[in-house]
Every structure is written in C-alpha cells, then in structure tokens.
C-alpha cells in the first residue's frame, strides 16, 4: 500500500497567515483527498485533489480559503489562508490503498492559530 | 452516501472480544462498508472492508447480515492498544470516486 509523508507535523502560526501543508506519495496515485479534523471531532473531506485539473471542493469549503495544488501524481499542497484561530485542527490527505476499498492517511499537520 | 450511527463510547477489559456495531438502514445496493481505527496524533487507519456475510483478518471480523442495514466490528482478545476511535465507512466506492464520509465514530477504551 502506498505511503504518505505530510509535512509539517505541526506549527503556530499567527492569525491572517497563510501556511502550506505537502503530501508525497510514494506511488503514483489518481486521487488525493484532503480532510480537516477538529479538535475532538471527526473527519470531514475538504476537497478531492486532480491531477492536471483544479480541485474539487465540497460544501462548506472555498478555493480562496484552502487552495490546493495537484503538479503531479505523487504530490499535493493544501494551503490554508488568512488563517483565523476557528481553523486550528489537524489536516490530513488521504489516498487509495490499492486492492481494496480502503484509503491510507498521511499522520496529519497539527495546526494552532494564535 | 449512506449514513452511519455508532455508539460513541464502549469500554473493555484486556483480553475480552468487542463488538461495535454500526447502522447503515440507507445502504445502497453497491456500497461497500469499511472500518478504520485512529489513535490520538495519528490518521485513520484502514482496518477491514466487506460487502455481505463475513469477512475476517488477522486484525478483525466484519459481520453483515443479508439485509445489510447493519455492519459489526469484532476485535478477538483485546489489549490496552486497541484503544482507539472506530469509524465505520459506507458508500460506492467506484461512482463517489472514493470519497469517504466519516461517521462520529466509535471511542474505545480498554481496561487492565
């Protein structure tokens, strides 16, 4: 099954700046999901990443807010805008196991908005 | 996609097999029902998947009747690392494009 590396782990950052979460995987992949997790809740899908088209966004979630990159079929960014101390949570990509119905997860990027 | 109901909460002693059931009454005739473990700090991860009758691992059982409607996790033999949330997935895999909607999943915990 592939194997997700998230970059960073975790960061404070300050409100109204923007950070940028990467996603390597080690295989090529067609589909990269992007989720948020916040503090004591469970996941929600921010978007499903392309390859080679823009990303697809679900209810609730706007480009302007969390623009995502797809250059390639091993990588992603997710980058989170003009931050505010409601987005502090844990994101996280995801991508198809292979084989089966299931999908594996990067460890997250703990963000906290000061 | 279909939605799901877990319990929120169940607690076990070491060595006792769990059973978390999960209610899917709109599962549609091509959805696929999958279960995923997160500890704290860590991301989902995938644990069994199943369609109909039984399905087992060397992690799990999934059980789901004929009807469908319902799905149940087994955990044989219990340690204090398996204490952790449970999400219980349905949908169509192929026609979503993969996109998985969790539920507010299942928090075990294990006790010595």
């Known amino acids: 099954s592939a194997v997700i590396s998230q970059k960073p782990s975790r960061d404070i950052c300050q409100r109204g700046t923007s950070l940028t979460i990467q996603c390597q995987v080690d295989?090529?992949?067609?589909?990269m999901f992007w989720y948020r997790q916040q503090p004591g809740q469970s996941l929600t899908l921010i978007a499903t990443?392309?390859?080679?088209?823009?990303?697809?966004?679900e209810s609730g979630f706007v480009i302007d807010k969390f623009p995502i990159s797809r250059p390639n079929l091993t990588f992603s960014t997710l980058t989170v805008s003009n931050m505010s101390p409601e987005d502090s949570s844990i994101y996280l990509c995801?991508?198809?196991?292979?084989?089966?119905?299931?999908?594996?997860f990067g460890s997250g990027t703990r963000l906290t908005v000061v | 996609l279909a939605k799901t109901t877990q319990p929120i909460s169940m607690d076990s002693y070491e060595g006792q097999e769990v059973n978390i059931t999960c209610s899917h009454n709109?599962?549609?005739?091509?959805?696929?029902i999958t279960w995923y473990q997160q500890f704290p700090s860590q991301g989902p991860r995938f644990i069994i998947q199943?369609?109909?009758t039984k399905v087992t691992n060397e992690v799990a059982s999934l059980f789901i009747p004929a009807d469908r409607k319902s799905s149940t996790l087994s955990l044989p033999r219990v340690s204090l690392s398996d204490t952790a949330v449970y999400y219980c997935?349905?949908?169509?895999?192929?026609?979503?494009?993969?996109?998985?909607?969790f539920g507010d999943g299942t928090t075990l915990t294990v006790k010595p």
């Open positions: 995801s991508v198809p196991l292979g084989g089966s119905y299931g999908y594996t």
């Open positions: 295989s090529q992949v067609t589909m």
């Open positions: 990443a392309n390859q080679g088209s823009e990303a697809t966004y």
């Open positions: 709109n599962i549609a005739t091509n959805d696929y």
């Open positions: 199943g369609y109909k």
């Open positions: 997935l349905v949908g169509d895999m192929d026609t979503n494009a993969g996109k998985s909607t």
